[in-house]
T-cell receptor
Framework: DTEVTQTPKHLVMGMTNKKSLKCEQHMGHRAMYWYKQKAKKPPELMFV???????INESVPSRFSPECPNSSLLNLHLHALQPEDSALYLC?????????????FGNGTRLTVT | QKEVEQDPGPLSVPEGAIVSLNCTYSNSAFQYFMWYRQYSRKGPELLMYTYSSGNKEDGRFTAQVDKSSKYISLFIRDSQPSDSATYLCAPKEGSNYKLTFGKGTLLTVNP
């Protein structure tokens, strides 16, 4: 088991639905990340939160809306998604910006948009 | 030229073989070098990390960085079927949050 917990593990949603992905870590990390991974591809960065503030948005479409309620929790709100948004969505955390700070990943939410 | 190049394989070896996985990179600002292992339908798991040039050993795994040639390697000794996974190299600039992943190499260790 990883120390970054993501729920749900699987999600199927229609293009008109609104859903949320959740991520939780209790390692005291102050940076949290959302990545998107398509099959047989490496993870692609979407968002970074540092000390609960949005630090990086990699030009992600507005149908993806991140939220960091506190330093342990990270949400990704989804609405009006397209079938091509189907992917594995990974959450990660790290100690914070600075010298060495490896990322620890959860096992992801496998999202299917129908 | 991509910042990080990694041969996607697939690579198939017999159990007990020594495996060499490699990446090259072009960004001189990379200072930290990580290797992640990803099993099918799981998230990437941090396997090894090194800072600057040199070797780091952890059990059957050795990570090697040569900054002069911008070359990163991961060696697996006495490979086991449980090592079958995708291995991703991920260098990082010191002050930057962003990891730059290689494409990943799919490794199969046959019993």
């Amino acid at each position: 088991d990883t120390e970054v917990t993501q729920t749900p593990k699987h999600l199927v949603m229609g293009m008109t639905n609104k859903k949320s992905l959740k991520c939780e870590q209790h390692m005291g990390h102050r940076a949290m990340y959302w990545y998107k991974q398509k099959a047989k591809k490496p993870p692609e960065l979407m968002f970074v939160y540092s000390y609960e503030k949005l630090s990086i948005n990699e030009s992600v479409p507005s149908r993806f809306s991140p939220e960091c309620p506190n330093s342990s929790l990270l949400n990704l709100h989804l609405h009006a998604l397209q079938p091509e948004d189907s992917a594995l969505y990974l959450c990660a955390s790290s100690h914070g910006q600075g010298t060495y700070s490896p990322l620890h990943f959860g096992n992801g939410t496998r999202l299917t948009v129908t | 030229q991509k910042e990080v190049e990694q041969d996607p394989g697939p690579l198939s070896v017999p159990e007990g073989a020594i495996v060499s996985l490699n990446c090259t990179y072009s960004n001189s600002a990379f200072q930290y070098f990580m290797w992640y292992r990803q099993y099918s339908r799981k998230g990437p798991e941090l396997l090894m990390y090194t800072y600057s040039s040199g070797n780091k050993e952890d059990g059957r795994f050795t990570a090697q960085v040569d900054k002069s040639s911008k070359y990163i390697s991961l060696f697996i000794r006495d490979s086991q079927p449980s090592d079958s996974a995708t291995y991703l190299c991920a260098p990082k600039e010191g002050s930057n949050y962003k990891l730059t992943f290689g494409k990943g190499t799919l490794l199969t260790v046959n019993p």
